[in-house]
C-alpha cells in the first residue's frame, strides 16, 4: 500500500499534471514503509518507482524498447539498493539509518546524471517550487539534498507519531530535516534585462512531417522579420544537412540541426553554422552530438567536439546533450551568453517526456547560470532562465517563427509570427530523374523530376553539387546502415535508402558518400562499379 501511494502520488508529480505538493511529500509514504520485510520493501520500491517510468518512458518503449528498459532498470536498482540499506532484513531501522539511506540514494542519483541519466528528486517538481536558489550555490545534488531530507524528516516525524515512547533519537535528525523547508523556499534574484539593442535570434518550430513543406514555411516566415540568427531543430529542417557550399537566402546565420551523411555506416547528429548568401564576416563550424543515447542513437558517429567554432555568444547542445552535467560543463567553459537546444520533443500522448526534459534542462541552466533557449519541433519552444522563470516563444502544437534578443539574459519582448499550411507535391518523373530528386528530398530541397537534367552523368554532377552526394570509387566490403545509393535497373536508376533495422534485399547498389569540396563534383557524371553490400529500395 505504501508503495501504490508513493507510485500515485510521483505520477500526480511529473508531467502533464505537474501537482506541486505530491512532489514534495511522494518518497514519505516509500520511506514509511522500510519497517517492512525485505521482500516488502523491494515490491514497494517496484510500485513506487514503477507507476512513474512507467508513465514517462511508456510510451516511447514501444519505439526504443533497449534504451527504455535500460533506464528503467537502473533507476530501479538504485532505488532497491537503498531500500535494502534502509532497515534489516526484519524491517527494524532507526532514524540516523534512515538519514544515511538518504544520503546515499542522493549519491547514487549524482552518479546517474554523470553518466546522462537525468534523474533528479527536483524532477518531480514543477520550476515554480524547485529550490534554484540552492541549484545554483550547489548544484542538482544540494537541491536533491534538501529535498531528500525534507521527506525524510517528515516521515520520521510520522513514524515517531505512533511509538508511543518517542525515543529521543528520532528528535534531531527530523529537527534537521524539517528545518530545510525555509531554505527550500528562498527566491532567487532575477537577472538583469537585456539590452533594447541586442541582436536578435529566430527560432523555427512547425509540425510538419515534410521537411521540404516546413523549409519552404519557415522561409516564407523568416523573410518577414529581421534577426541576424535563426535556429533549426531536427524535423524542422531537412532530415539530411545540405553541403556547407549550398547557403540559404538572406543573410541571417542558420543554425541548423540535422543529420550529416557521410558514407554509409556513417551518420552525425550535427548543428551547422551556414550563414545566408547575403550574410557578411559570417561565422563557420558545426557542433555534433557528444554523447549519443545508447541503444537508440548507435548508428551515430561521434567526435571530441566542433571542428572548428567562430561564435562566441552562443553555444548548442543537440537534443539530450542537454542534460547530461558534462556536456553542459564543455559549453559553460566557452562563456557563452546563451546555450542553444535544438530538440525534437514528443507531441500528442507524450507530453510527460517534453515536460521532463524540459524541467531537466532547466536544473541544468541553473546549475550553469546560462540561460537555455529549448527550440523544440511541436513545441513549446522557451527560455529557460537560471533564477527559475521560463518565457515561452512559441506554445506547442502550432507552426511558427519566434523571435528574442540575444540575452544577457533574455528579455520578455518575444515576438511570434504564425506560419501558414502550404503543402510542396513531388512528381516523380521518370528514369533517372525520380531517383535523384528523391535523393534530394532527404536533404529538404524539394525538387521534382523535372528539376533534374536530363543527360544522366549531368544529373549526377547536378546531384553532387546540391547535396555533396557521390559514388563511392572504391570497394567496399562491409556496407553498415544507415546508406544511401542508386540502383542500375533496366528501367532508369532506383533511390536506395538503408536504415538501420531493416532487411537487405537489393543487390547491385552504387552506394554514396559525401564529398568535401564541390570541386569533387566535377567527376560525379559517372556510376563505378557496383560495391558490394544490399539495401533495401525506399
Not at 46 to 70: F, K
Not at 242 to 256: E, F, N, S, V, Y
Not at 446 to 454: M, R, W
Request: proline fraction near 11%; aromatic fraction near 4%; hydrophobic fraction near 50%.
Amino acid at each position: 500500500m505504501t508503495g501504490l501511494l508513493a507510485g500515485l502520488l510521483a505520477v500526480a508529480a511529473l508531467p502533464p499534471v505537474g501537482f506541486a505538493p505530491a512532489g514534495l511529500v511522494w518518497l514519505v509514504p516509500w520511506l514509511m514503509g522500510m519497517r517492512q520485510s525485505r521482500r516488502a520493501r523491494v515490491r514497494n520500491t517496484l510500485i513506487a518507482l514503477g507507476l512513474p517510468m512507467g508513465v514517462a518512458l511508456g510510451p516511447v518503449a514501444g519505439q526504443e524498447p533497449a534504451l527504455a528498459i535500460a533506464v528503467i532498470v537502473t533507476v530501479l536498482a538504485a532505488f532497491i539498493v537503498v531500500a535494502l540499506a534502509a532497515a534489516d532484513r526484519h524491517g527494524v531501522t532507526h532514524s540516523w539509518r534512515l538519514v544515511g539511506a538518504m544520503v546515499g540514494l542522493i549519491g547514487l542519483l549524482a552518479a546517474l546524471r554523470s553518466v546522462g541519466i537525468p534523474i533528479s528528486l527536483s524532477l518531480f517538481l514543477p520550476p515554480s517550487v524547485v529550490p534554484f536558489r540552492i541549484v545554483d550555490a550547489g548544484g542538482v545534488i544540494a537541491a536533491d539534498a534538501a529535498l531528500g531530507l525534507w521527506q525524510t524528516g517528515l516521515a520520521i516525524a510520522l513514524m515517531a507519531g505512533g511509538i508511543r515512547s518517542r525515543p529521543r533519537s528520532w528528535l534531531m535528525p527530523t529537527a534537521i530535516a524539517l528545518g530545510l523547508a525555509p531554505v527550500i523556499l528562498i527566491p532567487v534574484d532575477p537577472p538583469p534585462d537585456a539590452s533594447p539593442d541586442a541582436p536578435r535570434i529566430a527560432i523555427v518550430q512547425t509540425l510538419d512531417d515534410d521537411p521540404g513543406t516546413s523549409t519552404a514555411l519557415a522561409h516564407a516566415a523568416l523573410a518577414r522579420i529581421e534577426a541576424r540568427w535563426v535556429v533549426w531543430p531536427e524535423a524542422a529542417s531537412p532530415v539530411l544537412l545540405p553541403p556547407p557550399w549550398q547557403r540559404p537566402p538572406g543573410g541571417m546565420i542558420h543554425l541548423r540541426h540535422g543529420y550529416r551523411y557521410l558514407e554509409p555506416g556513417k551518420l552525425r547528429s550535427e548543428v551547422s553554422i551556414t550563414p545566408g548568401v547575403k550574410a557578411r564576416n559570417a561565422p563557420t563550424g558545426r557542433w555534433t552530438k557528444a554523447f549519443p543515447l545508447p541503444f537508440a542513437e548507435a548508428a551515430l558517429s561521434t567526435t571530441d567536439g566542433p571542428d572548428r567554432n567562430d561564435l562566441q555568444a552562443l553555444e548548442v547542445l543537440i537534443c539530450s546533450d542537454a542534460s547530461h552535467p558534462r556536456a553542459v560543463d564543455r559549453a559553460v567553459a566557452r562563456g557563452p551568453r546563451l546555450i542553444v537546444n535544438p530538440a525534437h520533443l514528443p507531441t500528442a500522448g507524450l507530453a510527460s517526456l517534453g515536460g521532463l526534459h524540459r524541467r531537466s534542462v532547466h536544473l541544468q541552466a541553473a546549475r550553469s547560470g546560462v540561460p537555455i533557449l529549448v527550440v523544440a519541433h511541436g513545441g513549446p519552444s522557451m527560455v529557460l532562465h537560471p533564477d527559475g522563470r521560463r518565457r515561452r516563444l512559441a506554445p506547442g502544437g502550432v507552426q511558427a517563427v519566434a523571435t528574442l534578443p540575444l540575452p544577457a539574459p533574455p528579455a520578455a519582448d518575444d515576438v511570434v509570427a504564425d506560419v501558414a499550411d502550404g503543402p510542396i507535391a513531388p512528381d516523380e518523373g521518370a528514369s533517372h530523374r525520380a531517383a535523384i530528386a528523391r535523393l534530394t528530398r532527404a536533404y529538404g530541397l524539394g525538387h521534382n523530376a523535372d528539376a533534374v537534367p536530363a543527360a544522366r552523368d549531368r544529373a549526377l554532377v547536378w546531384l553532387c553539387e546540391q547535396t555533396g552526394l557521390m559514388a563511392m570509387n572504391a570497394s567496399v566490403n562491409d556496407i553498415r546502415p544507415p546508406a544511401y545509393g542508386l540502383q542500375p535497373t533496366p528501367h532508369g536508376l532506383l533511390a536506395i535508402r538503408w536504415l538501420p533495422g531493416e532487411a537487405a534485399d537489393a543487390p547491385g547498389i552504387r552506394w554514396l558518400a559525401t564529398v568535401d569540396r564541390p570541386e569533387r563534383c566535377r567527376s560525379a557524371g559517372s556510376l563505378h562499379p557496383p560495391t558490394s553490400g544490399t539495401s533495401r529500395l525506399r
